[in-house]
């Protein structure tokens, strides 16, 4: 690309990327695009674009190249390594609307996640004093100081605490006061989610899992609070299953129930059967039905019947096996 720059990443980057590579089939590059410097770090700042087996993670901002791509690389790295992710297999027919409940989506799952990258990150030395400033700074370019009554953007300062909260964590009560001075409401809302999701710790694939179904629910509570209209994660978002062996020689009906979703498949366009974690009640697969609109009851059972392996090798949905 004509725009493409030059930019010379530390060695712990450079042991991350090398970490990637061995773990991806293809290869996995940084690359750095045009010349801005904003002056605070935010995730928007790099992208993940997959190109036939190779990985390009493309760096839009360069005020902390370090800390900005070994972020992105540790997100794969998770990924790589068997933590959950999410999937998006269903439309509620308006394009807009799906953008917006796959970026909330994604980006409560992120914050989860953030437990595991900005732990990394502190231990290889790539978040200091500056970059824990810049952080401050990107937290201000993102949200503004909540007025009263408040505004239609307190869905959005919720999300941005939270991961501040994930993202400072024990050195929290550095930037507490001013934030409390500035967002009291979403703030308070904030804390009592941080406290919900680090009841258990987010050090597995398990883990992960857990305290992404929780927040998912917790934050929809919220919404409701506050008389937003919630996000539906899940019933909207597929989140990947962990499963031990021997639940995975269960058969689909112990573990799983499936309901005709008023969602649309997106692929056969047609109403969806989801089949949720009878659990915690979590979509964790998708599948389109073989006739169209009618009521398959023979559909059911044949699923129902299956294994869950069986299934979701058939599906080439990706499970995680609970070691």
């Not at 258990?200 to 694939?205: N, V």
């Not at 129902?304 to 609970?322: C, H, N, Q, W």
Request: glycine share 4%; charged share 25%; hydrophobic share 40%.
């Amino acid at each position: 690309m004509d725009n493409e720059i030059n930019i010379e990443l530390n060695d712990q980057v450079h042991s991350l990327i090398d970490a990637v590579n061995n773990f991806f089939p293809g290869t996995v590059t940084v690359n750095f695009l045009g010349k801005l410097q904003s002056g605070y770090v935010r995730h928007d700042q790099s992208q993940v674009v997959q190109d036939g087996k190779n990985i390009m993670i493309q760096i839009a901002d360069l005020s902390a190249p370090n800390y900005t791509a070994s972020h992105e690389l540790l997100h794969l790295l998770m990924v790589l390594r068997g933590f959950p992710q999410v999937f998006f297999s269903l439309t509620t027919g308006n394009a807009d609307l799906d953008d917006q409940l796959k970026m909330m989506g994604t980006e409560l799952y992120d914050m989860v996640s953030h437990f595991v990258v900005v732990s990394e990150q502190r231990k290889h030395g790539l978040i200091d004093d500056e970059i824990e400033a810049m952080y401050m700074k990107g937290v201000y370019a993102t949200i503004k100081p909540e007025p009263d009554p408040v505004d239609d953007q307190m869905t959005l300062r919720l999300m941005t605490l939270l991961d501040a909260m994930v993202f400072y964590g024990d050195r929290f009560s550095q930037v507490a006061d001013k934030l409390k001075k500035d967002f009291p409401i979403s703030l308070a809302a904030a804390e009592k989610l941080y406290q919900l999701i680090t009841e258990k710790p987010t050090d597995s694939p398990f883990g992960l899992r857990r305290n992404v179904v929780k927040l998912f629910k917790a934050f929809d509570e919220q919404m409701k609070q506050w008389a937003l209209p919630p996000l539906h994660n899940t019933e909207f978002t597929t989140l990947t299953s962990v499963l031990s062996k021997r639940q995975l020689g269960l058969q689909v009906k112990q573990l799983f129930e499936v309901f005709h979703s008023e969602l649309i498949e997106v692929n056969s366009n047609t109403r969806a059967y989801v089949g949720f974690n009878r659990v915690d009640d979590q979509n964790s697969f998708v599948l389109a039905n073989p006739k169209g609109e009618q009521d398959n009851p023979e559909f059911f059972q044949e699923i129902y019947g299956k294994t869950v392996k069986a299934l979701f090798d058939s599906l080439k949905m990706p499970y995680i096996e609970r070691k």
